[in-house]
């Protein structure tokens, strides 16, 4: 099964969690797998044998701050609609 990193970086902009979930809406069907304090994982089946993961972690820093670090991913056979999926989602949200 190929699988590929499609964006790794700060919870911004569309990579905040419910911005994310959100944009995914309607897209394929959404798995709460965790939702911890520290981690949150969901996970879209997106189509026939495609699976895409948001992945969040919150990274260790002094309190009162809210910082998470993510990473979305693409396990399946259609690596290439999910990543014209996630850029058609960024052009749209900075606009």
Known sequence: MARKILYQGDSSGL???????????????????????????????????????????????????????VTVSVHGSDIEGMEKLIADGMQRFRK
């Open 15 to 69: 990579f905040q969690y419910d911005a994310f979930i959100q944009f995914m809406d309607n897209k394929g069907r959404r798995i709460t797998y965790e939702n911890e304090p520290l981690q949150r994982m969901d996970l879209y089946e997106t189509g026939p044998a495609t699976v895409l993961i948001y992945l969040a972690r919150k990274r260790i820093i002094p309190r009162g701050m809210d910082l998470w670090g």
